[in-house]
């Protein structure tokens, strides 16, 4: 039952959005009693959050399994291989992409729930990037003067990262990391919502440059 609910639920968010979903329109679909949909999802913003870390957790399975296909020293093939697997799952699934990437809804705000779903792919990324460092194989001629008064928070978001997900990853290439990552998305983002419509007529071969770039880019050549 509640795979049906949240699978109606994905089929109204792809027809309406996510704020126009409701937990009335999803029982009256599937011929339930208004009442009886509390009984699995107490609230809408429920519902959302699930199918949310569905998300995040399907796009991250993907990721995973891309780089675990690759040779645990080819850092620029797994770093490709990872990025093409973002936006293979995206093109495969744009709704579930533009849930968790997209506008943010109107009065829902996510819970802690969804931090570990959504760091998966952040997690895998940044083992390239780590595994590059550990084996002495990450250099990058790209090392940007962080622009004044950002500095500090640059430091500390760096900071927070190197002792966590990037733990042994040299400051500047954290911080070019972070750029990349912003970028990988904004790439997807673009060609999923029609940006590069009538401006590039191969979106794959120029998302592939971008990827090729962007490792170069972090150090991972």
């Known amino acids: 039952m509640v795979e049906e609910i949240k699978d109606e639920a994905r089929r109204q968010v792809a027809q309406a959005g996510a704020p126009a979903l409701s937990l009335r329109a999803v029982t009256r679909q599937l011929g339930m009693a208004s009442s009886a949909i509390y009984r699995y999802f107490p609230s809408r913003d429920q519902l959302i959050t699930s199918l949310i ?22 850092f620029a093939g797994r770093w490709r291989a990872d990025c093409h697997a973002v936006r293979n799952w995206a093109l495969e699934h ?14 829902y705000r996510a819970p802690e729930d969804t931090v570990g779903p959504a760091s998966r792919v952040t997690q895998v990324l940044a083992g390239v ?14 090392n940007p003067t962080v622009v004044p008064g950002l500095s500090r928070q640059a430091s500390l978001g760096a900071g927070r990262l190197e002792s966590t ?57």
């Open 53 to 74: 870390i569905d998300a995040y957790n399907a796009m991250g399975a993907a990721v995973e399994q891309a780089d675990g296909a690759c040779g645990r020293v080819d």
């Open 94 to 107: 744009p709704h579930e992409y533009a849930l968790i990437y997209g506008s943010p809804i109107p009065g």
């Open 129 to 142: 990037a780590r595994d590059a460092a550990a084996a002495d194989a990450l250099s990058s001629p790209f």
């Open 165 to 221: 997900v990037l733990k042994g990853v040299p400051e500047d290439a954290i911080v070019r990391a972070l750029i990349a990552w912003t970028q990988l998305f904004g790439m997807i983002s673009f060609e999923l919502f029609g940006h590069l419509t009538g401006v590039v007529d191969h979106a794959e071969a120029l998302f592939d440059q971008a990827v090729i770039t962007m490792g170069a880019f972090v150090g991972i050549t």
